[in-house]
């Protein structure tokens, strides 16, 4: 086990938050104090728990190795602010985001440190994650795999097109992830987003600046249980559409999914907009996949009036861009298709 004692490394801190995890938390602690590179600090920020969660931390604070700062709050937060007002409290320029039930593998920070240390341009990295049950025993999956980030989705962003991944849904996990302090700057405050906690928000501001990549290897067991906040549970299918249905429901119908989705995409570009300049890789893609829905949601009632604006979308490769990544190769064409007719 390596001590932080090198005074030209950067310094690091974990940002742990509890509520009620008095279950699995003395793992946890206990892998943090088995990694081989310990941290300058552990921060911790208990969301006003009521059984034994304080006692569990008070208790390691008075044996570990390195200082540990608990907040307790008097209130409770949610998930989100509980996680800034952590960050908020970090001292580290290297920061580790943990949760209270799963397990570090030992090389975690050793390794994640080295990768920001030999990628400066890097404000966030994340690995994958072994998925254990609720005693820890290896399931056999990985987490990559449940959030569809597959070999072609990271050739995808190996590509430059990060964004583009992240917003076909969330690939990063907070307690698989290191960051720079001064990402904090940028994606703190949290927005209130409906679909998004702070990992993934972080990890769309990351993408926007060009400043996020990943780590092939798990670095954690990440325990599935009932009572955790996000777990790997898909999410539920939307109400199937027959074929022939799409060709006698009124055009209103059919677009309503594509205002709901161009109106989430806008409302998500404003907020990220404001905290990333507007002419990096990632905006321009956030932009163009933005105009793509803005065309389609808009389409006239007219057949014959939409065939021009269906044309350019389909030989701009936007049909492609945006069908979903398990589909077939005539989705696209489906896609078009459909918007011309329906």
Not at 151 to 161: D, K, L, S, T
Not at 302 to 327: C, I, K, M, T
Request: net charge neutral; hydrophobic share 35%; glycine share 6%.
């Amino acid at each position: 086990m390596a001590t932080p004692s090198d005074p030209t490394r950067p310094t690091i801190s974990v940002a742990l938050c509890t509520y009620n995890g008095e279950a699995y938390l003395e793992t946890q602690l206990q892998s943090i104090l088995k990694q081989s590179l310990l941290p300058d600090e552990l921060v911790v920020c208990d969301d006003d728990s009521t059984d034994q969660t304080r006692a569990v931390l008070e208790a390691f604070a008075s044996r570990a190795p390195f200082p540990v700062r608990i907040f307790r709050n008097p209130t409770r937060l949610g998930f989100n602010k509980n996680f800034e007002k952590a960050f908020s409290h970090c001292t580290g320029e290297f920061i580790f985001i943990c949760d209270q039930d799963d397990c570090w593998l030992p090389e975690k920070i050793e390794t994640l440190s080295t990768y920001l240390v030999q990628h400066p341009a890097t404000d966030l990295v994340f690995s994958n994650a072994h998925i254990a049950d609720t005693q820890l025993n290896d399931t056999g999956r990985l987490f990559w795999d449940t959030v569809r980030f597959t070999e072609p989705i990271r050739e995808r962003w190996r590509r430059g097109e990060a964004m583009e991944v992240l917003l076909d849904g969330n690939r990063v996990m907070g307690c698989t992830s290191a960051l720079r302090r001064r990402l904090l700057a940028d994606f703190l405050p949290i927005p209130n987003l409906p679909n998004y906690i702070y990992d993934g928000w972080m990890g769309l501001v990351a993408a926007a600046k060009g400043t996020i990549d990943f780590y092939e290897k798990p670095l954690i067991w990440y325990r599935t249980h009932e009572k955790q906040q996000v777990g790997t549970r898909p999410p539920a299918a939307g109400k199937p559409v027959r074929f022939m249905d799409r060709f006698s429901r009124p055009h209103r119908e059919k677009l309503d999914p594509l205002i709901r989705k161009h109106q989430n995409l806008s409302d998500l570009y404003k907020l990220v907009s404001q905290r990333v300049p507007d002419q990096t890789p990632g905006i321009r893609q956030f932009k163009r996949r933005l105009a793509h829905y803005a065309r389609r949601s808009t389409l006239p009632d007219g057949r014959f009036s939409r065939l021009g604006g269906v044309v350019r979308e389909l030989f701009s490769g936007n049909y492609h861009r945006y069908v979903d990544q398990e589909a077939n190769a005539a989705a696209p064409y489906l896609a078009a298709v459909g918007d011309l007719l329906e």
